[in-house]
């Protein structure tokens, strides 16, 4: 019963509690039960994105930024990173909302309002639509955007034809590749190269 349970995404959100959500699922199954007359039955879950959720964190590389002016006086800085939809669709697709830091080196206190947008030239391609961020963000910065475990690999695509980057493992201050970076020639793949065959009736 249930499934894909939520996950803290943002640092004002609640971790998924499953001493909590099992005590109230029993109860609800119970008083159901009761009340039409039925066996308790043996109840299972799949919690999903519960577990696999918080456990990846995608880094992304800052390609470029600029100023835009908003109307009246507000400016937003435009942070553009080396991948986007193609592998976290969810907040083009139904607005998921994440969390950011920068990974490589310790940030200026001073932050800005900043919009981390993909790659793709698409005008949906946005990882975070709204949020305070470092004023010296800079080309070669590293981002890291925790909590991207569920739904991000498993809905990534080749979009634009770019490749789905690398998955690490780490674990106890070692890393190792679980799943390679994908190379042109992955996308080049499926191409087949053979004689044109006649389309005429009989042939």
Avoid: W
């Avoid at 949906?124 to 991000?152: H, K, N, R």
């Amino acid at each position: 019963m249930g499934g894909g349970y939520g996950i803290a995404y943002l640092s004002n959100e609640v971790t998924f509690s499953p001493d909590e959500a099992m005590e109230n699922l029993a109860r609800v199954v119970k008083a159901q039960c009761t009340e039409f007359g039925l066996a308790i039955p043996r109840v299972s879950i799949e919690p999903g994105r519960a577990i696999v959720g918080p456990t990846t964190c995608t880094l992304y590389e800052v390609g470029t930024t600029k100023e835009v002016r908003l109307d009246g006086e507000k400016v937003r800085n435009y942070i553009s990173v080396d991948g986007g939809m193609s592998d976290n669709i969810r907040p083009a697709l139904y607005g998921a909302h994440y969390s950011v830091a920068l990974a490589n080196r310790t940030p200026s206190p001073r932050t800005r309002s900043s919009r981390i947008v993909g790659k793709h030239c698409e005008s949906g391609d946005i990882l975070i639509s709204e949020v305070e961020f470092a004023d010296d963000v800079q080309p070669g910065d590293l981002l890291a955007m925790p909590a991207t475990g569920a739904y991000g690999r498993s809905m990534a695509s080749n979009y634009n034809h770019l490749p789905r980057p690398a998955v690490v493992a780490v674990k106890d201050g070692t890393a190792r590749v679980i799943l390679r970076r994908e190379t042109s020639t992955d996308l080049l793949a499926l191409d087949v190269d053979e004689a044109p065959r006649s389309m005429k009736r009989g042939k």
